[in-house]
């Protein structure tokens, strides 16, 4: 098992755990970007693919977010780096 809690209960998935929580999540939305709509792909195209899954999560990890279901969305890689561009000028990370 490779799940982890740590001393506040926040959740840290590792290997193969982690893997199936991303599967997990792209299936429960569909593979659609929450932010635009996009149907996103699963296996990037090209390196650098702007409609490559991303895996975000809601509150990051960084901010005390856990690797939990409700914790994570699918993003498209393009709106996935506005989501992290747009934190570092707002005074916070989104991951």
């Avoid at 932010?35 to 996103?40: A, R, V």
């Avoid at 090209?46 to 990890?61: V, W």
């Avoid at 506005?82 to 990370?93: D, K, L």
Wanted: hydrophobic share 30%; charged share 30%; glycine share 10%.
């Amino acid at each position: 098992m490779t799940i982890r809690i740590g001393k506040l209960g926040i959740v840290r998935l590792t290997g193969k755990d982690l893997w199936e929580l991303r599967r997990i999540c792209w299936l429960r939305d569909n593979g659609r970007c929450r932010k635009c709509n996009e149907q996103t792909a699963y296996f990037p195209r090209f390196d650098g693919d702007p409609l490559a899954y991303d895996m975000a999560h809601i509150k990051s990890r960084g901010a005390g977010g856990s690797d939990t279901l409700d914790n994570v969305q699918t993003l498209c890689h393009r709106d996935h780096m506005r989501e992290h561009t747009q934190g570092r000028t707002e005074g916070h990370m989104v991951t």
